[in-house]
C-alpha cells in the first residue's frame, strides 16, 4: 500500500453534557486525527504526530489513538502544558453548542522541530490541513517545514483548507494555499473555501481555477449535494450517499478526504474514488462523534461488491 501515511496537526478532547451541564461523553476529535482514524480503518499503517500536555485529555488522545492501531510515536509530551478542549452542549436535537478551549494548548505551541525529517522516512503520503498553520507561528512552521520536506521526497501531499474562521482570516487562508498548492496532489476544500480561494461563487469555475495552480487532484466537497473532482481530464461529480437520519455532520469532509487517499494509494481512478469518499462521509454523519460511524475495510468492500451488482443489473 505504497508505505506509511504521516498526518499531523491539532487533537481536542470533546466533551457533550447535557442541558443541565451533566457529562454524557467523552471522546476526541481534530480534523487530521479523523482523517488518521479512517485511513486505519482501511488497513493502512499510519502515524499522527502531535503536541499534547500532560493531563487526563491528553491520556484520552493516546487510548483513541492506540486504540485505533495509529502509531503515536510522534507525539511530543509536555509536562505543563494542556491538551485542547472542545466542551459541546447538546440542547436539542437542532442545538449543539459548541465552546473551544485551544488559544493556550500544548498543539498552539508546536515547534517546528517537532517533526524530525526523519519521521518521513519510507512515507508514502502526507496528510495536513489548513488548521495548523493557523495555529500560531509554531505551529506555521512546522506545517511549513513538514511539506517542504516531504515535497523534497516526493512524496505526495494532500492537503485540505479547513477553513477555521476564529483561527485563520479569508487572506491567510489564501496566502497558505498559494504557497503550497502547486506541490500538492490531492487538495481538499468546500465551496465556501473554493469562493475565497477564486473569487468566484460557480463551483465549476473554482475547480478548474485551483487545478491549474498545479495539484494533480482538487476535490470540492458539497456537503449534501455530494462533491465534485477536477484534474487533467475534466470534472467529475457524485451526488451525496443517503443517510437516515443525518445525525453529526462534524467530521464528514475529514472521512472523505481518508476514504479519498485510501483509494488512491489502491489505484482508483477519480471516478472510482469520488463514490466511494462520498459514502464513507456519510457513514461518519451518520453516527454521533466525528469520526464513530467511519467503516472498517470489511464494511467498505461489502459496499463496493454491492454498488457493482447493482451497476451490472442496471446494464
Known amino acids: 500500500m505504497n508505505g506509511r501515511i504521516v498526518t499531523f496537526g491539532e487533537a ?103 517533526l524530525p525529517a526523519a519521521a518521513l522516512d519510507g512515507a508514502g503520503w502526507l496528510h495536513a490541513t489548513c488548521i495548523t498553520p493557523a495555529l500560531g507561528a509554531g505551529p506555521k512552521g512546522l ?11 516526493g512524496i505526495p501531499i494532500s492537503l485540505d483548507a479547513n477553513h477555521r474562521p476564529q483561527l485563520m482570516s479569508e487572506d491567510e487562508l489564501r496566502a497558505v494555499v498559494d504557497d503550497w498548492l502547486d506541490v500538492v496532489d490531492t487538495f481538499f476544500c468546500n465551496e465556501d473555501e473554493a469562493r475565497i480561494l477564486t473569487g468566484t461563487t460557480s463551483t465549476d469555475a473554482a475547480v478548474d481555477e485551483l487545478a491549474r495552480r498545479g495539484p494533480r487532484v482538487v476535490v470540492v466537497k458539497l456537503g ?44 482508483y481512478t477519480v471516478d472510482e474514488a469520488l463514490p466511494v469518499a462520498a459514502w464513507c462521509a456519510a457513514r461518519v454523519v451518520a453516527d454521533p462523534g466525528d469520526h464513530d460511524g467511519f467503516p472498517r475495510r470489511v464494511e467498505l468492500d461489502a459496499f463496493e461488491v454491492a454498488r457493482r451488482d447493482l451497476a451490472e443489473a442496471g446494464r
Open 12 to 114: 481536542l478532547a470533546t466533551a457533550t453534557v447535557d442541558e443541565a451541564g451533566t457529562l454524557t461523553r467523552a471522546t476526541v476529535a481534530g480534523a487530521e486525527l479523523n482523517t488518521a482514524v479512517g485511513l486505519a480503518r482501511l488497513g493502512h499503517d499510519v502515524a499522527w504526530a502531535s503536541r499534547l500536555g500532560d493531563d487526563v485529555f491528553a491520556g484520552l488522545v493516546r487510548e483513541t489513538l492506540r486504540a485505533e492501531g495509529i502509531d503515536d510515536r510522534l507525539v511530543v509530551a509536555a509536562p505543563g502544558e494542556q491538551t485542547g478542549l472542545i466542551v459541546k452542549q447538546r440542547r436539542d436535537d437542532d442545538d449543539i453548542r459548541s465552546e473551544h478551549y485551544r488559544a493556550t494548548s500544548a498543539a498552539s505551541r508546536l515547534r517546528s522541530d517537532d
Open 224 to 267: 449534501g449535494r455530494g462533491a465534485m473532482a477536477g484534474d487533467a481530464a475534466g470534472r467529475r461529480f457524485t451526488p451525496a450517499s443517503a443517510v437516515t437520519p443525518p445525525t453529526h455532520p462534524v467530521g464528514a469532509g475529514d472521512a472523505f478526504a481518508a476514504a479519498w487517499i485510501s483509494c488512491t494509494l489502491r489505484g
Open 143 to 153: 506545517f511549513e517545514n513538514v511539506l517542504h520536506e516531504a515535497s523534497m521526497r
